[in-house]
């Protein structure tokens, strides 16, 4: 799928590049989305997606979109970006309005901390795009638009299920996205009974090829990708609004670096949502995407979730599912990574041990090999994990929660947890009142606002 015939190098040295270049992104009328890259003038890279569409789109139709294909262009560039970090940024394809560069600049920065970090990188990549003239159009807040039809990305796991149920409250109509079909996913959707248009996306096999030739590799803002993707599609298939399912406590960072937060949810925070609302408004007006749990801790979510039996069988947050590697890809929870432990201690205050081994194979609360791990989701014996986790407080206000409940007595690492860390954090810490409170730092619209209390308030 490279742009031209040469292989990639057998060795990669990330520093001998100078330039990340966006080439040029093709729609065609059958939905594929072809998008070029290239690192100087040596290796290119193409990535292909193929969007869900009713009938063949006219000319007049493709052009109407523009401005959400060149988003997905300068958003998805970060997947190749990373490979070599370089210092210069060329925009062959057209320059990006203002908002947008202030959208990629934090994307290809903060977006990109954890990966920095990890590979024990000097700082931050700080690359500066340039930008044009803002367009005429400003765009509308989210807020006081109308919302008639919404399109709700899923991902299989617990936060996509309570945001569409929500929605389903709204009166909108409904229509679920996913980039891929993984086994969550189809089996939520299944559930769901609602409209589903599926995306698939290809990166390009040179990817692969360059990191295992020493290209540097890591976290990258995947939900932007996914955002800007849902949005092209949405506007294709006669969608005004994207709702996303970022909860609030995804705007929490794992630890200070290099003079900034290192957040492994960057592109999930409410700092990252903003910036894309305000590129929107440059690009394409006529689109709204705004997060409906953004009010909610994952407590909270969790606390719905569990009152939705009818998609237990179906969820499955844990990662491993969707490693990029087929090799690597676990078939169910692997019920030994971080994301299972904090799912499983947030659903516990509002389940039965039998339902959660019945959901996960196993009683991850009974098990001391597991203690080290819960442990550190509350920060202590080091920084919280890399994972899509909630926040310290969260865990801290779980565990709260479980000792008061006697269903959950006697259990091994909750026994631990109560005589080993909670005395290590003040009594202020983790209250279950507070962490259950609804936030009023959020876009969600006032229409919606009843829905989310009704379903997440109580």
């Keep these: ?102 959208l990629l600049e934090a994307l290809y920065s903060e977006g990109l901390g954890e990966l920095a970090y990890t590979n024990g990188l000097d700082g931050l990549p700080r690359p500066s795009f340039p930008s044009a003239t803002a367009s005429s159009h400003s765009g509308a807040a989210a807020r006081e638009r109308e919302l008639r039809r919404a399109l709700v990305p899923v991902g299989g796991g617990k936060d996509s299920v309570v945001a569409l149920e929500i929605m389903r409250r709204s009166g909108a109509e409904l229509g679920l996205f996913s980039v891929g079909d993984a086994g969550p996913i189809a089996r939520t959707v299944a559930v769901a009974h609602l409209p589903h248009l599926l995306a698939r996306r290809r990166l390009d096999p040179a990817l692969a090829a360059l990191n295992n030739a020493g290209a540097i590799n890591g976290h990258i803002p995947v939900t932007a990708i996914v955002s800007c993707a849902a949005l092209l599609t949405a506007a294709l298939n006669g969608f005004d609004t994207v709702v996303m399912a970022n909860e609030r406590s995804a705007s929490s960072g794992n630890l200070s670096w290099d003079g900034v937060e290192v957040n492994h949810q960057f592109s999930k925070s409410l700092r990252a949502e903003r910036l894309l609302r305000a590129a929107l408004g440059e690009l394409a007006p006529g689109v709204q995407l705004f997060s409906v749990l953004r009010p909610a801790s994952e407590l909270a979510i969790a606390r719905a979730f569990a009152g939705m039996e009818a998609y237990h069988g179906a969820f499955t947050s844990c990662n491993a599912l969707f490693r990029s590697d087929p090799a690597l890809r676990a078939s169910s929870w692997c019920c030994d990574c971080p994301k299972c432990r904090f799912v499983f201690l947030a659903l516990a205050p509002f389940s039965t041990p039998a339902h959660l081994r019945e959901v996960f194979g196993r009683d991850l609360l009974d098990d001391e090999r597991q203690f080290a791990g819960f442990a550190l989701l509350t920060a202590t014996g080091g920084d919280k994990p890399f994972e899509c986790v909630g926040e310290e407080q969260e865990s801290l206000a779980a565990i709260r929660m479980l000792a008061a409940d006697p269903r959950w007595s006697g259990h091994r690492v909750l026994a631990r947890l109560l005589a080993e860390v909670l005395p290590q954090h003040p009594p202020s810490a983790g209250r279950p009142g507070e962490v259950l409170a609804l936030s009023d730092e959020h876009d969600v619209p006032a229409a919606v606002m009843a829905d989310v209390r009704a379903v997440l308030g109580a």
């Design 1 to 102: 799928m490279a742009a031209d015939a040469r292989q990639p190098p057998l060795t990669f040295e990330p520093g001998a590049y100078e330039t990340f270049r966006f080439l040029a992104r093709e729609l065609d009328e059958h939905g594929r989305v072809t998008l070029r890259y290239a690192l100087d003038e040596e290796i290119f890279f193409v990535e292909e997606f193929d969007l869900p569409l009713a009938r063949e789109l006219e000319e007049d139709e493709r052009e109407r979109v523009d401005g959400l294909l060149s988003l997905l262009h300068w958003v998805a560039g970060v997947s190749y970006f990373k490979t070599a970090l370089p210092p210069a940024i060329g925009c062959d394809s057209g320059l990006p309005p203002p908002a947008v560069a202030s």
